[in-house]
């Protein structure tokens, strides 16, 4: 007969339950086998942060990348040649693609901060409503005592 108490093994189903609950993404494996996370699923305002000001770095290397296409373009406007038509018809198919991204980059920047702000106000939220959860429901004494 095994003389673990009641009490202790009943903290260690409590604890394996616990920690088979965690929230995990498939991709996020901390064995280094799909993401980059560990075993919490947490935000971070910060990185979010980033990731839009790096959005926003991305529109000023479109940006310069276009004057510097417009300035190679000046030359080549021949008319009369079929290759210049051709070439005029590829840099306004480029132009409109890359006028396209910087727009979209543009708009990702205020979306991308307010996912970051809204995350991190739904973890705070869920974290309040589980700490008040768990002041009003208390689990009840040890039998026995301590």
Known sequence: MSSTSFDAEWAGLKEGTAAAT?????????????????????????????????????????????TEFEAGQKGAAVSGVDSAAAQSELYQSWKTYLDGLSGKCSALQGPMVQAGKGQVANDDALRADFTRMNDQYKDTPATGGR
């Open 22 to 66: 965690r929230m995990r993404l498939a991709s996020a494996a901390p064995d280094g086998g799909g993401g980059g996370g560990g075993e919490d699923l947490k935000s971070d305002q910060a990185v979010w942060n980033k990731a839009s000001n790096d959005v926003g770095q991305l529109v000023s290397g479109i940006k310069k990348a276009q």
